[in-house]
């Protein structure tokens, strides 16, 4: 009797922006397909791809928004007429986090710039439109205090 048993996907677990993996989910539509990332590093890893603005409800195509406010506790708004997704991203942000336990994560790739998923040197606008870059994207800071020991990258795209 021959038995055939599915073999155990063995590859590494990564967490990774959806747009990097060439995923049409940005705010214009269009995607951040990374070639190295997808086609390279795809054959060794098992991508869990994240958008949080397409995972917490936000169409493609969608007005743009930036962080805006103290640069530790920034709020999310649209740019143009100001709507605060402050705290229906935290709220995705942590229950998304929170989910990504059962994936086992050894690492994750974040999208550079993201007032969702940047996780170092986002633009944070002051009350005049000034921007500093000094900001966290608000999933990138909730699962980067979730995961504090996994390792991360960022890439431009």
Same mark, same amino acid.
């Given at each position: 009797?021959?038995?055939?048993?599915?073999?155990?996907?063995?590859?590494?677990?990564?967490?990774?922006?959806?747009?990097?993996?060439?995923?049409?989910?940005?705010?214009?539509?269009?995607?951040?397909?990374?070639?190295?990332?997808?086609?390279? *590093? %795809?054959?060794?890893?098992?991508? +869990?791809?994240?958008?949080?603005?397409?995972?917490?409800?936000? #169409? /493609?195509?969608?007005?743009?928004?930036?962080?805006?406010?103290?640069?530790?506790?920034?709020?999310?708004?649209?740019?143009?007429?100001?709507?605060?997704?402050?705290?229906?991203?935290?709220?995705?942000?942590?229950?998304?986090?929170?989910?990504?336990?059962?994936?086992?994560?050894?690492?994750?790739?974040?999208?550079?710039?993201?007032?969702? *998923? %940047?996780?170092?040197?986002?633009? +944070?606008?002051?009350?005049?439109?000034?921007?500093?870059?000094? #900001? /966290?994207?608000?999933?990138?800071?909730?699962?980067?205090?979730?995961?504090?020991?996994?390792?991360?990258?960022?890439?431009?795209?």
């Amino acid at each position: 009797m021959h038995y055939c048993r599915a073999m155990a996907d063995d590859r590494i677990p990564l967490g990774i922006s959806s747009c990097l993996l060439g995923a049409n989910v940005r705010y214009d539509g269009g995607h951040k397909l990374d070639r190295y990332l997808y086609d390279v *590093l %795809g054959r060794f890893v098992r991508w +869990v791809p994240v958008c949080p603005e397409v995972e917490c409800g936000l #169409g /493609v195509p969608r007005e743009s928004m930036r962080l805006v406010g103290d640069p530790g506790a920034p709020r999310l708004l649209t740019t143009r007429s100001g709507v605060d997704l402050t705290a229906r991203m935290e709220a995705w942000a942590w229950k998304r986090a929170a989910e990504l336990d059962a994936e086992d994560l050894r690492g994750f790739v974040f999208k550079s710039n993201s007032p969702s *998923l %940047g996780l170092r040197s986002v633009k +944070v606008y002051d009350e005049k439109g000034n921007p500093s870059r000094r #900001g /966290v994207g608000i999933f990138a800071r909730a699962f980067t205090e979730r995961f504090p020991l996994v390792p991360w990258r960022t890439r431009a795209g």
